[in-house]
């Protein structure tokens, strides 16, 4: 892998943790209980630290995070998606099936960066894979739990797949076998249906996104823009 493209690899990586990990931090104080509550928000943390730690090698983290606008980042498009049906809903059968499959997509990546030639690079890999291991268990069991339970709790997650489902194909561009043969036992075991393979939204990795990332980055953004070079 040569620099350029090892560098466009680690900063897509990072975008999609950084972006995860903002969309993520929307449910504190209100997921469905309390545990709940600090699992999601350790994900986030731990999906923020992936970002800092790939953004640090790819650049200089404040600028990547701060003073891009949305057609510099290379997240793909399923990370900046609200976690429910429209834009400002929170619908927790909605998260567990995109934290499936973004954090099977990351586990892939984040395997493949640790086994690399670059020591730092692998590094990150290594210790990113021990946190998304944990992140791809706790969406699964959840997703047992939802599409097993209730014919309501299999309803929604069985739509929420059909929504969420197109966008897995630029997630896992390269890998998506291998993604397939993590996912799909999953949703057996849970009694889903995959969703069939038609069309497929791309354009995140290449700066094209959809009006969604315009809304989070404001907020993510806001106050470094309003204090630029502030000091804490």
């Known amino acids: 892998m040569s620099e350029v493209v090892e560098q466009v690899e680690l ?3 990072g975008d999609d943790a950084l972006i ?12 469905p209980t309390l545990e709940e509550d600090v699992a999601l928000a350790n994900i986030a ?3 923020l630290g992936a970002a800092r ?31 429910g049906p429209g ?11 995109w934290l499936l499959m973004l954090s099977a997509a990351q586990l892939l990546r984040y395997t493949d960066l640790a086994s690399g030639s670059d020591e730092q690079a692998a590094g990150i890999g290594a210790k990113a894979v021990k946190e998304s291991t944990y992140h791809l268990d706790h969406a699964t069991q959840w997703m047992l739990r939802l599409g097993g339970g209730t014919e309501e709790s299999h309803r929604r997650v069985q739509q929420a797949l059909d929504g969420l489902w197109p966008y897995g194909h630029e997630l896992t561009e390269g890998i998506r076998d291998r993604w397939l043969a993590i996912v799909e036992p999953v949703l057996a075991e849970a009694g889903l249906t995959r969703p069939a393979d038609r069309w497929r939204p791309d354009g995140g990795r290449i700066g094209r996104h959809t009006e969604h990332l315009s809304f989070l ?4 953004q806001s106050l470094h823009r309003a204090h630029p070079g502030a000091q804490w």
């Open 45 to 47: 943390l731990d999906q």
């Open 217 to 220: 980055l404001s907020e993510m």
């Open 53 to 83: 730690m790939l953004l640090a090698t790819a650049g200089d983290e404040d600028e990547l995070a701060y003073r891009r606008d949305d057609h510099g980042f290379r997240n793909c498009l399923l990370a900046e998606l609200p976690l």
């Open 20 to 31: 995860a990990a903002q969309r993520l931090a929307e449910w504190v104080s209100r997921a």
């Open 11 to 13: 900063l897509a990586l």
């Open 87 to 97: 834009r400002g809903d929170l619908d927790f059968g909605w998260t567990m099936s």
